[in-house]
């Protein structure tokens, strides 16, 4: 993956980021070629910094922003990172990916995130703009970055070349409505994660309330807007065959017809935390598809 | 027959380069001992079926002849391996590949096979499947069925899908068992039809070798809902392949059809034969600067291949008089004003990395500029001289050869298909298509990549209709994909069952599953990376 080299730099707060010399992304990194992050091929752009701390989360390091502490550097084999004024910098030039700097990182993040300007990150897309249906932005939670989001999809709209790419969120859902009014006018859909329907059980997995969630799926499904719900199957925890019938009830009523993608828990880059929790088995997920299946949800996938 | 050695006459050149001289000899008949014990291997042979035997039976009686004469240079390197005629026989008694043109015969119907034009779709299949065993080819089967959707469509008379398939899945099922070679080869598109649908249905159901099958993509006229229910095919059973309709008839006009294993040629004609200059030989045979190796041995080479071909034609046309006296001939269901030959290249990764080191670099081609444009500027030279290098009787492609990227045949070891990059090494995807989409628009009898999906592309058929469009965009003629999960590989170009291979030594239906086994001993394509490729197809007579 190529990025713009230019001054690379974490640590910096992410009110930083925003208001000064325009608006900034910092970006955990980004994949041209993506078949699982919305209809067709997309360029997908990970936006550091996530508003739930879920035990389930697979890319952890993508939670916090780096807070300039400077573990890393002491444990980095090719002096790629430097603690300077607060921040560590990387070199991404001599970095050889060992991921040291992640597996030490005491906040659940990575010094290895870029600041990029809307500009920058429409001429990566550009590249390979002939291979895409779109782009889309996850995280991280990429609402937390809302304006960089709506900037880098005016830019590729008011851009000739780009404007027919469809834009696409991918979202944790904990967003206020004025996050989704400020992308409105820009983004073709969203696809939200929906992590337990009952309080209690998505505080457990997520640490947060889920109104938010709750709150946004309902306004994205009115605004036609909503593409897809993901379901993330964790059995013991939100798998329960009446837990599956009151959130499939509650999908047909509020957002009928939606897409919806059953996703079974996996361990692979959870932290220790999130090991604890099982695996959902072939049998396990095709009878959790056969519930909410029974209960009227329309596309339904199960992954 | 009697095994002596026939007179055999000198090829007359058309242009040899000023001052060379060329000793044109017969080449004395093999050992009879040796055709006596070859014969014999073959009639024990418990892997092979009755008619396995009596095919190869044949190549033995063919290559008791003596090969057409070449010259003394044009022999040494055959004998160093630099360049090969394929195994395609000694004695050339039939092009290597033959496109009938089977909408004429539906239409006037034939004397020679006594059918008179069909009247319903049971007739016109009946009549199709009459003909096949009367068309030649290398492997003794016919190499091209037709368009078959477009030959099927004026019969349909507004049947729905579910009736066509109902209709065409007994022929379907023939097609595989009468003509059980995996370079036969079926042509789809471009146009959306019912025909097409349903054959797209069958192939799903049926998972079969047979007929291997392209789809003509073009940018107006195939929907991307088509695109994305073909790939779904490719997810069940590895086909189709797909092929870029405008650039195709910028070179062959709207008549022509893939065949056997990326072979673009015209419907009418076909190709008499296939030769084909390993490049990577030719390096390692080069002792100088690259410089030099653009300016002697590449081009010595190049005409040691186009010697070859014409010396395989003149026979083919002069000696065995194909093309006077064949059925389709004569019905005038291909005429040789649309034949040409193909002039094949193979080895180019290794032969680009042997320069690329010599010159002091690691950069291999597939990753390094460098080396890319060094591999574009070896094909380039290659066309040009091909292009300049007049051919008898290739009236088909304006009195020229035209360039193969061959992808391989079962015995090639070492040695990368064509202009591919090699096995386990692609780069991404975007690289892969940058670095060998150049290459395409020189190769008009056919070029192929294959790129490897893994099996999250079954959920999202749309992102690979994508990559396809933005390929043929960026200039690819091709697009092949394979699939992790399902039970085919593609060897070469062809298919074999992988559940086929496992039992190949008690033998196999058919006969291209054996090509496959060596191939894949060989080349390793069944351990691909994921996302990737390599390839081969051998054919002829053995």
């Given at each position: 993956?190529?990025?713009?080299?230019?001054?690379?730099?974490?640590?910096?707060?992410?009110?930083?980021?925003?208001?000064?010399?325009?608006?900034?992304?910092?970006?955990?990194?980004?994949?041209?070629?993506?078949?699982?992050?919305?209809?067709?091929?997309?360029?997908?752009?990970?936006?550091?910094?996530?508003?739930?701390?879920?035990?389930?989360?697979?890319?952890?390091?993508?939670?916090?922003?780096?807070?300039?502490?400077?573990?890393?550097?002491?444990?980095?084999?090719?002096?790629?990172?430097?603690?300077?004024?607060?921040?560590?910098?990387?070199?991404?030039?001599?970095?050889?990916?060992?991921?040291?700097?992640?597996?030490?990182?005491?906040?659940?993040?990575?010094?290895?995130?870029?600041?990029?300007?809307?500009?920058?990150?429409?001429?990566?897309?550009?590249?390979?703009?002939?291979?895409?249906?779109?782009?889309?932005?996850?995280?991280?939670?990429?609402?937390?970055?809302?304006?960089?989001?709506?900037?880098?999809?005016?830019?590729?709209?008011?851009?000739?070349?780009?404007?027919?790419?469809?834009?696409?969120?991918?979202?944790?859902?904990?967003?206020?409505?004025?996050?989704?009014?400020?992308?409105?006018?820009?983004?073709?859909?969203?696809?939200?994660?929906?992590?337990?329907?009952?309080?209690?059980?998505?505080?457990?997995?997520?640490?947060?309330?889920?109104?938010?969630?709750?709150?946004?799926?309902?306004?994205?499904?009115?605004?036609?807007?909503?593409?897809?719900?993901?379901?993330?199957?964790?059995?013991?925890?939100?798998?329960?065959?009446?837990?599956?019938?009151?959130?499939?009830?509650?999908?047909?009523?509020?957002?009928?017809?939606?897409?919806?993608?059953?996703?079974?828990?996996?361990?692979?880059?959870?932290?220790?935390?999130?090991?604890?929790?099982?695996?959902?088995?072939?049998?396990?997920?095709?009878?959790?598809?056969?519930?909410?299946?029974?209960?009227?949800?329309?596309?339904?996938?199960?992954? | 027959?009697?095994?002596?050695?026939?007179?055999?006459?000198?090829?007359?050149?058309?242009?040899?380069?000023?001052?060379?001289?060329?000793?044109?000899?017969?080449?004395?008949?093999?050992?009879?001992?040796?055709?006596?014990?070859?014969?014999?291997?073959?009639?024990?042979?418990?892997?092979?079926?009755?008619?396995?035997?009596?095919?190869?039976?044949?190549?033995?009686?063919?290559?008791?002849?003596?090969?057409?004469?070449?010259?003394?240079?044009?022999?040494?390197?055959?004998?160093?391996?630099?360049?090969?005629?394929?195994?395609?026989?000694?004695?050339?008694?039939?092009?290597?590949?033959?496109?009938?043109?089977?909408?004429?015969?539906?239409?006037?119907?034939?004397?020679?096979?006594?059918?008179?034009?069909?009247?319903?779709?049971?007739?016109?299949?009946?009549?199709?499947?009459?003909?096949?065993?009367?068309?030649?080819?290398?492997?003794?089967?016919?190499?091209?069925?037709?368009?078959?959707?477009?030959?099927?469509?004026?019969?349909?008379?507004?049947?729905?899908?579910?009736?066509?398939?109902?209709?065409?899945?007994?022929?379907?099922?023939?097609?595989?068992?009468?003509?059980?070679?995996?370079?036969?080869?079926?042509?789809?598109?471009?146009?959306?039809?019912?025909?097409?649908?349903?054959?797209?249905?069958?192939?799903?159901?049926?998972?079969?070798?047979?007929?291997?099958?392209?789809?003509?993509?073009?940018?107006?006229?195939?929907?991307?809902?088509?695109?994305?229910?073909?790939?779904?095919?490719?997810?069940?059973?590895?086909?189709?392949?797909?092929?870029?309709?405008?650039?195709?008839?910028?070179?062959?006009?709207?008549?022509?059809?893939?065949?056997?294993?990326?072979?673009?040629?015209?419907?009418?004609?076909?190709?008499?034969?296939?030769?084909?200059?390993?490049?990577?030989?030719?390096?390692?045979?080069?002792?100088?600067?690259?410089?030099?190796?653009?300016?002697?041995?590449?081009?010595?080479?190049?005409?040691?291949?186009?010697?070859?071909?014409?010396?395989?034609?003149?026979?083919?046309?002069?000696?065995?008089?194909?093309?006077?006296?064949?059925?389709?001939?004569?019905?005038?269901?291909?005429?040789?004003?649309?034949?040409?030959?193909?002039?094949?290249?193979?080895?180019?990764?290794?032969?680009?990395?042997?320069?690329?080191?010599?010159?002091?670099?690691?950069?291999?081609?597939?990753?390094?500029?460098?080396?890319?444009?060094?591999?574009?500027?070896?094909?380039?030279?290659?066309?040009?001289?091909?292009?300049?290098?007049?051919?008898?009787?290739?009236?088909?492609?304006?009195?020229?050869?035209?360039?193969?990227?061959?992808?391989?045949?079962?015995?090639?070891?070492?040695?990368?298909?064509?202009?591919?990059?090699?096995?386990?090494?692609?780069?991404?995807?975007?690289?892969?298509?940058?670095?060998?989409?150049?290459?395409?628009?020189?190769?008009?009898?056919g070029v192929s990549d294959i790129l490897h999906f893994d099996e999250t592309a079954e959920r999202n058929p749309e992102a690979i209709v994508d990559v396809m469009r933005g390929?043929?965009?960026?200039?690819?003629?091709?697009?092949?994909?394979?699939?992790?999960?399902?039970?085919?590989?593609?060897?070469?170009?062809?298919?074999?069952?992988?559940?086929?291979?496992?039992?190949?030594?008690?033998?196999?239906?058919?006969?291209?599953?054996?090509?496959?086994?060596?191939?894949?001993?060989?080349?390793?394509?069944?351990?691909?990376?994921?996302?990737?490729?390599?390839?081969?197809?051998?054919?002829?007579?053995?």
């Open positions: 993956m190529t990025v713009a080299r230019a001054a690379t730099l974490s640590g910096a707060a992410l009110a930083d980021l925003l208001p000064r010399e325009g608006v900034h992304g910092l970006v955990a990194g980004m994949l041209e070629f993506s078949l699982v992050d919305g209809p067709g091929n997309r360029f997908v752009t990970f936006l550091q910094g996530c508003t739930f701390d879920c035990v389930a989360c697979h890319n952890p390091y993508t939670i916090n922003v780096c807070d300039g502490c400077g573990v890393c550097v002491s444990v980095c084999t090719t002096g790629s990172l430097e603690a300077r004024d607060g921040y560590v910098l990387w070199n991404p030039d001599t970095c050889i990916g060992c991921d040291a700097c992640i597996e030490i990182c005491p906040s659940d993040s990575t010094p290895k995130t870029q600041k990029l300007t809307p500009g920058q990150l429409v001429d990566e897309v550009r590249k390979v703009a002939l291979f895409l249906s779109g782009v889309t932005v996850s995280g991280g939670e990429a609402t937390m970055q809302a304006p960089f989001v709506r900037a880098y999809f005016e830019a590729l709209a008011s851009d000739p070349e780009l404007a027919h790419l469809t834009r696409f969120v991918d979202s944790n859902g904990d967003a206020p409505r004025s996050t989704w009014d400020l992308l409105e006018p820009v983004m073709d859909g969203a696809m939200l994660d929906l992590k337990a329907l009952d309080g209690d059980v998505h505080r457990q997995l997520t640490g947060a309330s889920n109104e938010r969630v709750l709150a946004s799926i309902e306004l994205l499904a009115a605004r036609g807007q909503l593409y897809e719900v993901r379901l993330l199957l964790v059995p013991g925890r939100n798998d329960a065959d009446d837990q599956l019938r009151r959130t499939a009830a509650y999908l047909t009523r509020v957002a009928p017809g939606v897409r919806v993608k059953v996703i079974g828990f996996r361990r692979h880059g959870v932290r220790p935390v999130g090991s604890a929790l099982s695996e959902p088995t072939a049998e396990r997920s095709a009878r959790a598809a056969a519930v909410l299946r029974a209960e009227g949800v329309g596309e339904l996938v199960v992954v | 027959m009697p095994l002596a050695s026939r007179p055999v006459r000198s090829p007359s050149r058309s242009d040899p380069q000023a001052g060379e001289q060329r000793d044109v000899a017969a080449e004395a008949p093999p050992d009879p001992d040796r055709v006596r014990s070859e014969a014999a291997r073959v009639v024990r042979d418990p892997t092979l079926s009755y008619r396995q035997r009596v095919q190869q039976l044949a190549a033995v009686a063919e290559n008791a002849l003596p090969r057409p004469a070449v010259s003394e240079a044009c022999r040494q390197a055959l004998d160093d391996r630099v360049i090969c005629d394929m195994y395609e026989g000694n004695a050339p008694y039939r092009p290597r590949y033959v496109l009938p043109d089977y909408e004429k015969a539906l239409r006037n119907g034939s004397a020679y096979l006594e059918l008179p034009p069909p009247q319903d779709l049971n007739e016109a299949l009946w009549f199709l499947a009459s003909m096949y065993g009367s068309v030649p080819s290398i492997t003794g089967y016919p190499v091209y069925l037709g368009d078959l959707d477009r030959l099927l469509e004026p019969y349909v008379d507004g049947l729905s899908v579910d009736a066509l398939v109902r209709a065409l899945r007994p022929f379907w099922r023939a097609l595989d068992r009468m003509v059980p070679d995996a370079f036969a080869h079926a042509n789809l598109g471009p146009r959306d039809t019912p025909v097409l649908r349903a054959i797209l249905r069958l192939e799903r159901e049926l998972k079969q070798v047979v007929p291997n099958l392209s789809l003509k993509v073009d940018a107006e006229l195939t929907p991307d809902d088509l695109l994305a229910d073909a790939v779904r095919t490719v997810f069940a059973c590895a086909k189709p392949h797909f092929v870029h309709h405008e650039m195709m008839m910028r070179d062959h006009g709207e008549r022509y059809a893939a065949v056997s294993c990326y072979n673009s040629l015209k419907i009418g004609g076909g190709s008499h034969t296939l030769p084909r200059l390993n490049l990577a030989e030719a390096v390692l045979r080069h002792d100088g600067s690259t410089e030099a190796f653009f300016e002697t041995t590449l081009p010595r080479y190049v005409e040691a291949t186009a010697e070859l071909m014409e010396a395989r034609i003149r026979f083919l046309v002069e000696e065995a008089g194909f093309y006077r006296h064949d059925w389709l001939v004569r019905e005038g269901l291909i005429s040789l004003e649309r034949f040409s030959a193909m002039f094949g290249l193979y080895g180019l990764a290794e032969a680009v990395d042997e320069l690329m080191r010599r010159g002091g670099s690691d950069g291999r081609y597939g990753h390094d500029g460098a080396a890319n444009e060094l591999g574009h500027r070896i094909t380039r030279a290659v066309a040009a001289q091909v292009a300049e290098r007049p051919m008898p009787y290739c009236e088909g492609f304006g009195g020229r050869a035209m360039l193969h990227a061959q992808s391989g045949i079962d015995s090639d070891v070492g040695v990368t298909a064509g202009t591919r990059i090699p096995i386990g090494t692609e780069p991404d995807l975007y690289r892969h298509l940058a670095a060998v989409a150049p290459h395409h628009e020189l190769f008009a009898a390929a043929f965009a960026l200039g690819m003629r091709e697009f092949t994909f394979n699939l992790d999960s399902n039970d085919f590989i593609r060897i070469t170009g062809y298919l074999v069952r992988k559940s086929d291979l496992a039992h190949v030594d008690s033998g196999a239906r058919h006969g291209s599953t054996f090509l496959g086994a060596g191939n894949e001993e060989g080349a390793h394509c069944s351990q691909r990376a994921t996302k990737r490729v390599v390839a081969s197809e051998r054919l002829a007579g053995r």
